[in-house]
T-cell receptor, first 115, second 111 residues
Framework: GAGVSQSPRYKVAKRGQDVALRCDPI?????LFWYQQALGQGPEFLTY????????KSGLPSDRFFAERPEGSVSTLKIQRTQQEDSAVYLC?????????????FGSGTRLTVV | AQRVTQPEKLLSVFKGAPVELKCNYS??????LFWYVQYSRQRLQLLLR??SRESIKGFTADLNKGETSFHLKKPFAQEEDSAMYYC?????????????FGKGTLLTVNP
């Protein structure tokens, strides 16, 4: 595709509900990243995939957060039993280079509001 | 752990005036520094990185290891420079895919 596509753009969830956020990276991009951006903050790293392998999940804030990329292309970030502190913009980025941070292309993000 | 500090949440200048967006970092190793920009209703995009020593849209940034700073400068601001600017740091070595961002500075260039 022309860019990194994320869906939905906006999601309102009731506290305790499970949500799934989708990221379609640029076709052929090896690396995929998820970041969380709370209001008034910069993006914070969540997790990194190289193809289908999740090489780093050190930024996931709790075991309620789970990410997958089963076929090395589309990725899903799942949040179980959402809490109000999960409200943020979730950014996906992809890169054609393995493990390189300067080739990032970011998506527009999914704004999650937990009420 | 590494940290990036952008001391100004908001910065307002007039068109044609010089602008400097401050960024300080803390990291004991040799970092790589970046500036990202987000224009209104657009996605976050890379503006420049210190290793390439380039000027993009008239902006430059010099890494000062003694002062641990990477300030972004432009001699004559334009209205289209109005945006959110984020300074980011990447460690060297095996974890160099991970970016640590500052909280950002919202630049407004007034006509």
């Amino acid at each position: 595709g022309a860019g990194v596509s994320q869906s939905p753009r906006y999601k309102v969830a009731k506290r305790g509900q499970d949500v799934a956020l989708r990221c379609d990276p640029i076709s052929g991009h090896v690396s995929l990243f998820w970041y969380q951006q709370a209001l008034g903050q910069g993006p914070e790293f969540l997790t990194y995939f190289q193809n289908e392998a999740q090489l780093d999940k050190s930024g996931l804030p709790s075991d309620r957060f789970f990410a997958e990329r089963p076929e090395g292309s589309v990725s899903t970030l799942k949040i179980q039993r959402t809490q109000q502190e999960d409200s943020a913009v979730y950014l996906c980025a992809s890169s054609s280079l393995a493990g390189r941070r300067d080739g990032y292309t970011f998506g527009s993000g999914t704004r999650l509001t937990v009420v | 752990a590494q940290r990036v500090t952008q001391p100004e949440k908001l910065l307002s200048v007039f068109k044609g005036a010089p602008v400097e967006l401050k960024c300080n970092y803390s990291y004991s190793g040799s970092p790589e520094l970046f500036w990202y920009v987000q224009y209104s209703r657009q996605r976050l995009q890379l503006l420049l990185r210190h290793i390439s020593r380039e000027s993009i849209k008239g902006f430059t940034a010099d890494l000062n290891k003694g002062e641990t700073s990477f300030h972004l400068k432009k001699p004559f601001a334009q209205e289209e420079d109005s945006a959110m600017y984020y300074c980011a740091l990447s460690r060297g070595g095996g974890s160099n895919y991970k970016l640590t961002f500052g909280k950002g500075t919202l630049l407004t260039v007034n006509p």
